[in-house]
């Protein structure tokens, strides 16, 4: 006697939904990437025609009206090198990146930058990617 079963079980998988799932995951993380801003502070970046992007390790802002922010605190200019310092040692690799306002002189942004060099921290100026014409 030979018993067989009527119904046969399929044996495939389908991935189908599996990467539904991971394009959008993919789209939702691509666009809410976008909307990180570096500095939330309004600073008038100068712009550039290259321009590579630094994921941030110490961020130091100056405003135009020369107020001096590490990672979005305010600090004094005593207090800058103490706080970029302190700021350093925290991130896993010594950077740090400039968003200094275009209207500030030349002076400040070579001060922050003394004092970033002294500690071993590689520089990095913000800029505005230059639209071409």
């Known amino acids: 006697m030979n018993i067989q079963p009527r119904n046969k079980l399929e044996t495939s998988f389908s991935l ?14 691509m666009l809410t990437s976008s909307f990180i801003n570096p500095a939330v502070l309004p600073v008038n970046l100068p712009s550039s025609k290259a321009s590579t992007t630094i994921t941030p390790k110490v961020q130091i802002l100056i405003t135009k009206e020369k107020k001096y922010f590490v990672n979005d605190e305010l600090v004094s200019k005593e207090k800058l090198e103490e706080k970029i310092k ?14 200094v306002d275009k209207s500030v002189p ?6 922050v930058a003394s004092i970033a060099t002294k500690l071993d921290a590689k520089v990095s100026i913000a800029t505005n990617p230059a639209i071409e014409k």
């Not at 189908?16 to 789209?27: A, E, G, N, P, Y």
């Not at 030349?106 to 001060?111: A, K, L, P, Q, S």
């Open 16 to 29: 189908t939904s599996m990467t539904d799932i991971i394009f959008q995951l993919l789209i939702f993380f």
């Open 86 to 99: 302190n700021a350093l040692r925290n991130a896993s690799e010594p950077i740090v990146v400039l968003n």
């Open 106 to 111: 030349t002076e400040y942004f070579v001060y």
